[in-house]
């Protein structure tokens, strides 16, 4: 049994899939069929109260592309369970050899437009479901919540910060860190988790916790001990007894030592009115506010008139509470047949999928984003294309920006909605049309594939 902390390793990535992609990839191989086929990665609804989503994690997604291969640990395994030596060996010499297009990160998005298609051979393009699902589906759910925070900050706060706790309450290590920068990319300012920074250059930041307080016989000791240490760059939690005690023994250390703590932490309690009371007592020290924080509660601290310079939202952020799952679909939508793409789709009930490769587009008025144009990919089309090639040919030929120009397009992006499509509650729909060219031919395709129905 693996002793391992249980990470995705480079020598286990490409395991990294469900059961059923490698028992279709070997009948495909074996039965000498892999026409070139192309997938589209959207999402057929917006969870609830969304009025748009906030693309995030094509990076991880990329890479993965780029770098999934089977090596001995994982060819072992397969043989272990059951699969055959022939298509083995042909996984050992696997490479990604086709084409993905994709919106960029901190794009709105809506349902039926694709975050991503890939079009290569079906064997190969089968295999990336599970894992550009995961990337992208999770760290879009959390970008957008994060960019829920930000939007209510810039529309009616005071530039307050938004730095990330979630890591403890993220589930797992990798939702941990990759929630940390789908938040950047949402607009927050920083994280706490230190693996996070590391990876991503997210920047860092850090307070104390109440076990430091309750450490010393009494919280003046623990406050000036921290002081000694960390010097103007502190920031006391101050709710450990009592807040407003605590805001005076912080006032008292301030005047003693002449040094101008970076801050105070409220974790508790009436945040909006403990703040107010604070505020009085050190009116030059800045609050940062922690403790069961979300666009609903940020919104209800403003409306209050609560005093604080930045909050620390954890577990409403890392699990999205009030929408935890956005449903992502990776449906194969063309397929080659007599050396021509041809369009597929299914008729199932409730996930009737369009068919073909897309393009999406966006129009504007001024600074104001208008609509958009789902067709098809060589239609032409009103707005700008918002789908870029990243890969091709099994390169990729994309520059990916750094973080910060991502979270600065994201909240750019996201401010050129109209307010009504940003509403924490019932937001109005944004118009998504299906062109003319993609309607015709999904409903052409349907009469067709119904006509081979049985009666």
Excluded: C
């Excluded at 008292?252 to 508790?268: C, F, P, T």
């Excluded at 449903?327 to 009930?349: C, F, H, I, N």
């Amino acid at each position: 049994m693996s002793t391992e902390f249980g990470h995705v390793t480079p020598d286990n990535l490409a395991l990294f899939t469900d059961l059923y992609e490698l028992r279709m990839m070997q009948a495909y191989h074996e039965q000498g069929h892999n026409p070139t086929a192309t997938f589209s990665l959207f999402f057929r609804d917006l969870p609830p109260d969304r009025g748009y989503m906030l693309a995030a994690g094509l990076e991880q997604a990329v890479h993965y592309v780029e770098n999934v291969t089977f090596g001995d640990r994982a060819i072992e395994y397969l043989a272990e369970q059951g699969f055959d030596d022939e298509f083995l060996a042909h996984l050992e010499d696997f490479e990604f050899t086709g084409e993905v297009r994709a919106l960029p990160e901190g794009t709105p998005v809506f349902a039926n437009e694709p975050l991503l298609e890939v079009t290569a051979p079906i064997l190969q393009a089968q295999l990336l479901e599970t894992a550009v699902i995961n990337q992208i589906g999770y760290q879009t759910l959390i970008a957008t919540k994060a960019m829920r925070m930000r939007d209510v900050i810039e529309r009616e706060g005071d530039g307050q910060q938004l730095v990330d706790f979630g890591s403890r309450r993220a589930h797992g290590t990798d939702a941990g860190v990759k929630a940390a920068r789908a938040a950047y990319v949402g607009g927050f300012d920083g994280t706490s988790n230190v693996a996070a920074g590391e990876l991503f250059d997210v920047p860092v930041y850090g307070t104390m916790a109440h076990s430091w307080v309750q450490s010393f016989e009494d919280e003046l000791e623990s406050f000036e001990t921290f002081v000694d240490e960390y010097g103007a760059d502190s920031i006391l939690l101050i709710d450990t007894y009592d807040t407003v005690n605590g805001a005076k023994i912080t006032k008292e250390i301030v005047e003693e030592r002449g040094v101008d703590v970076r801050g105070v932490r409220l974790d508790s309690g009436d945040l909006a009115a403990l703040s107010k009371e604070v505020d009085e007592v050190i009116p030059e020290v800045d609050q940062f506010i922690s403790s069961g924080i979300d666009e609903y509660a940020i919104r209800e601290f403003l409306a209050s008139d609560g005093v604080g310079s930045g909050f620390g939202p954890g577990t409403a952020l890392v699990t999205s509470t009030d929408a935890p799952k956005v449903e992502g679909v990776y449906k194969l939508v063309a397929v080659e047949r007599d050396g021509e793409m041809q369009p597929t789709m299914k008729l199932s009930t409730g996930k009737v999928t369009y068919p073909g490769a897309k393009s999406v587009r966006r129009t504007t008025d001024g600074d104001r984003f208008t609509g958009d144009v789902v067709g098809l990919r060589d239609e032409d089309l009103p707005g700008d294309e918002l789908l870029v090639t990243v890969v091709e040919d099994g390169d990729r030929v994309y520059d990916f920006p750094d973080l910060e120009t991502v979270r600065a397009t994201a909240v750019e992006n996201v401010g050129r909605l109209p307010e009504e499509h940003r509403q924490l509650e019932d937001p109005d729909p944004y118009e998504v049309r299906i062109s003319d060219g993609l309607d015709e031919q999904t409903e052409d395709l349907q009469r067709t594939l119904e006509g081979r129905l049985p009666d």
